[in-house]
C-alpha cells in the first residue's frame, strides 16, 4: 500500500471520527426510532474510524497519525458544532482550532 493510499484512509477516518460526533450530538434531541437511528449511525461511524485508522497504522507512524486523526476529529467536531449545532463561534475557538490544523500540517511535513 502506497503512503497517498494511506493518508487517503487516514482523513476518512477522521471524517468518520467527525461523523461519530455528529450522530452523538444528534442523540441529544431525537427520541423513539429516530434516537436507534442516530446511535446506529453513531456504533457504524466509530467502528469504520477505528478500522480506518489501524489501517493507516499498518503503513503510517502512530506518532503521526493518532494527533492526525485526533485532530482532525476535533477540528470537524468543533466545526459540526458550530454549523449544526448553533454552537459560538467566538474568536478564541476559530484561534485555537486554526492553531490545531497548523500543528496537524506541521506533522505532516515534519513526518
Do not use: Q
Not at 434516537?35 to 469504520?48: D, E
Amino acid at each position: 500500500m502506497n503512503t497517498t493510499f494511506c493518508w487517503i484512509i487516514l482523513v476518512l477516518a477522521g471524517c468518520m471520527e467527525v461523523a461519530f460526533t455528529f450522530c452523538l450530538g444528534k442523540t441529544k434531541s431525537a427520541i423513539g426510532h429516530e434516537l436507534w437511528y442516530w446511535w446506529g449511525g453513531f456504533l457504524i461511524a466509530l467502528c469504520l474510524s477505528m478500522f480506518l485508522m489501524a489501517k493507516a497504522s499498518e503503513h503510517l507512524p502512530i506518532g503521526t497519525v493518532y494527533p492526525v486523526w485526533t485532530g482532525i476529529g476535533a477540528v470537524g467536531a468543533v466545526l459540526v458544532g458550530i454549523v449544526f449545532f448553533h454552537e459560538p463561534a467566538t474568536f478564541w475557538r476559530v484561534f485555537f482550532i486554526t492553531t490545531l490544523i497548523l500543528s496537524i500540517i506541521g506533522l505532516k511535513v515534519l513526518g
